[in-house]
């Protein structure tokens, strides 16, 4: 498709397991965002990717949040020995960089740690 | 904590009714940007302002932005029952890269 892809849409998953969420961002889009979107909240900046490189990874919230991109192109964040307070969604989103450019986000990953 | 503040939290309006929403920032920006979310989806962008800007129009919206005040406003005129969803603005702000900073969002809600 022509649009940011997130998988998996949903993901319930016990505390103390790692999880990973993918994004496949729009082709050509070489700068790649990852926020976190709590209840009934706005969204907040996780980490940046320029290229396959991170320039900005200040949001990351703990050590236990990391992410790579690989050829430019897809991208996968991982929560290691999830807590019960990572429960949120997970939205990417992709844009060029030149100028004043806006951002595309696909639908986000639902992610329930019980 | 986050750059923008929103008001109202929520609007509920009759169809062919004006809806105004507004945001505060606190720091110098690049561009002010304004996303719809609609239940249990992403964010599709509406409209960008760049900090040189003062007023920008895109069909039924209208977005206006004064640095002075570190405000904005998306005014939607002759809602329609599709256009029920949160709206959230983001700022790119001076040295801040390229990521957006969210406002707390305006559940807006259009009853026929």
């Known amino acids: ?114 | 904590s986050q750059q923008g503040e929103e008001d109202p939290q929520a609007l509920s309006i009759q169809e062919g009714e004006n809806a105004t929403m507004n945001c505060s920032y606190k720091t110098s920006i690049n561009n002010l940007q304004w996303y719809r979310q609609n239940s249990g989806r992403g964010l599709v962008h509406l409209i960008l302002i760049r900090s040189n800007e003062r007023e920008k129009h895109s069909g039924r919206l209208r977005v206006t932005l004064d640095t002075s005040k570190k405000s904005s406003s998306l005014l939607i005129t002759a809602s329609r029952a599709a256009d029920t969803a949160s709206y959230f603005c983001a700022t790119v702000f001076t040295g801040g890269g390229n990521k957006l900073t969210f406002g707390t969002g305006t559940q807006l809600k259009v009853e026929l």
């Open chain 1, 1 to 114: 498709g022509a649009g940011v892809s997130q998988s998996p849409s949903n993901k319930v998953t016990e505390k103390g397991k790692d999880v990973e969420l993918r994004c496949d961002p729009i082709s050509g889009h070489t700068a790649l965002y990852w926020y976190r979107q709590r209840l009934g909240q706005g969204l907040e900046f996780l980490i940046y990717f320029q290229g396959n490189s991170a320039p900005d990874k200040s949001g990351l919230p703990s050590d236990r949040f990391s992410a790579e991109r690989t050829g430019e192109s897809v991208s996968t964040l991982t929560i290691q020995r999830t807590q019960q307070e990572d429960s949120a969604v997970y939205l990417c989103a992709s844009s060029l960089v030149q100028g004043d450019q806006p951002q595309h986000f696909g639908d986000g990953t639902r992610l329930s740690i019980l």
